[in-house]
């Protein structure tokens, strides 16, 4: 069986991740269908090879850690029950993540997430679904939700395209992927998503761009990033009210950036009566919750479902304390390091695939919640990204380091 990026391979556990990815993106049409679907691809994937199951696991001890302490907050959770039910779902999303990277190259994963989104959007477009005021929603709950998916795919298309070892059916897989994904991102009308999106494919371009500069060259031109990246801030804080006023006015936003800024002091006061331990996984947002119950009425959630703080850290510090995060960050923040560091070392489709997927994680993480949720493609994604960072960081002993290169991305 070859492994030319120009080939489609059909290997088992490729297939049980797609498999897993389809369900997770069809879950708001399939509900209760779809996650047993996912459930069954999950098992099929994690027990495939058992004997794998104890290294992949010792070398993703701060990933186990995280889900340790989501667990562990069933104990003092406002809701245990629904704590320790969803502590235990994200074991298993955690689970399927970090058994996929360990056994799938990023080349095979890169083809995977760029097949099940281009067949995503089209079932998106097929079904044609909008809000009362136009934007799109595809087969997703929200238009932030639509959004926020079609970022992986205008990134995986793109990743695609800036690599020319990738050639054949899969360069014009990624040229539809990334223009329906762009089309499909105008349409949903989230500016947040637009920006994040942009932001990143400038970044990723900027690495491809590298390819044959020396690294003193390279070194240069990441200084001249980081100077002009203050000089704009300079300026933005000099000027901060008119650009305020400009991104409002071309955002449709209102000063409170649409009841967050309103959101994010609530939340600092959940944190700062909970500091350390917060008030447990996913035990924020429950029925009878006074404080959760006054923000649903707020703002007009009748179905108390699908609302959070709006930003990843602070969400996240409310539900799994200062301790949680700290253990996201380190995975998260190590993890992007590390493999933005790699795409502008050697750019390829694999670097720049998972460079660009970090930085539309930090880009968003101001304004949505991007990890880690259970049975959700991004945070399956975002630990796989960790798992292959790890491997990219440290990669195995006792091969050569071309063997070791190829293990990653062929």
């Known amino acids: 069986m070859t492994s030319r990026t120009g080939d489609i391979l059909l290997r088992p556990t490729a297939l049980w991740l797609g498999v897993a990815l389809m369900a997770l993106n069809v879950v708001t049409l399939g509900g209760s269908k779809a996650a047993l679907i996912f459930l069954i691809a999950c098992l099929a994937l994690v027990l495939r090879r058992p004997g794998n199951l104890l290294a992949e696991t010792q070398a993703a001890g701060?990933?186990?850690?995280?889900?340790?302490?989501?667990l562990l907050s069933t104990l003092w959770s406002y809701a245990p029950g629904q704590t320790l039910r969803n502590a235990i779902q994200l074991t298993l999303t955690f689970a399927i993540a970090v058994a996929a990277a360990s056994r799938l190259s990023i080349s095979s994963v890169l083809r995977v997430v760029l097949v099940t989104s281009f067949l995503t959007l089209l079932l998106s477009l097929a079904i044609g679904r909008q809000t009362p005021v136009g934007h799109w929603v595809g087969i997703y709950a929200s238009k932030n939700a639509f959004a926020q998916f079609c970022t992986v795919c205008v990134i995986a298309g793109l990743a695609v395209l800036l690599d020319p070892r990738w050639r054949g059916a899969w360069r014009l897989l990624g040229v539809l992927t990334v223009a329906l994904g762009v089309l499909s991102l105008v349409k949903a009308g989230s500016a947040g998503a637009l920006l994040a999106a942009m932001l990143t494919a400038l970044a990723m371009v900027s690495f491809s761009l590298m390819r044959r500069l020396s690294g003193w060259q390279k070194l240069f031109g990441i200084l001249m990033a980081a100077l002009l990246c203050a000089i704009l801030i300079v300026l933005i804080a000099g000027f901060f009210d008119s650009f305020t006023r400009a991104?409002?006015?071309?955002?449709?936003?209102?000063?409170?950036?649409?009841?967050?800024?309103?959101?994010?002091?609530?939340?600092?006061?959940?944190?700062?009566?909970?500091?350390?331990?917060g008030q447990g996984f996913k035990g924020f947002w429950v029925p009878g919750n006074p404080t959760a119950e006054a923000l649903w009425t707020q703002f007009g959630i009748d179905s108390k479902i699908g609302f959070h703080f709006h930003h990843s850290l602070i969400s996240n510090a409310v539900e799994i304390g200062l301790i949680?995060?700290?253990?996201?960050?380190?995975?998260?923040?190590?993890?992007g390091f590390v493999l933005i560091g790699w795409a502008i070392a050697k750019p390829s489709a694999e670097s720049l695939f998972l460079a660009g997927f970090m930085i539309r994680q930090l880009a968003l993480l101001n304004s949505e919640v991007v990890f880690f949720t259970q049975f959700e493609p991004v945070s399956i994604l975002t630990i796989m990204a960790a798992v292959y960072a790890r491997r990219v960081l440290r990669p195995p002993v006792s091969v050569s380091r071309a063997v070791r290169f190829r293990g990653v991305v062929a």
Not at 63 to 70: E, P, Q, T, V
Not at 250 to 271: P, S, V
Not at 324 to 335: T, Y
């Open 247 to 277: 991104f409002l006015a071309a955002t449709g936003k209102d000063l409170t950036l649409t009841g967050r800024t309103d959101l994010w002091r609530i939340a600092f006061q959940e944190i700062a009566a909970h500091p350390l331990l």
């Open 324 to 335: 949680g995060v700290a253990l996201q960050i380190a995975i998260v923040g190590g993890a």
């Open 62 to 70: 701060l990933i186990w850690a995280l889900a340790l302490w989501c």
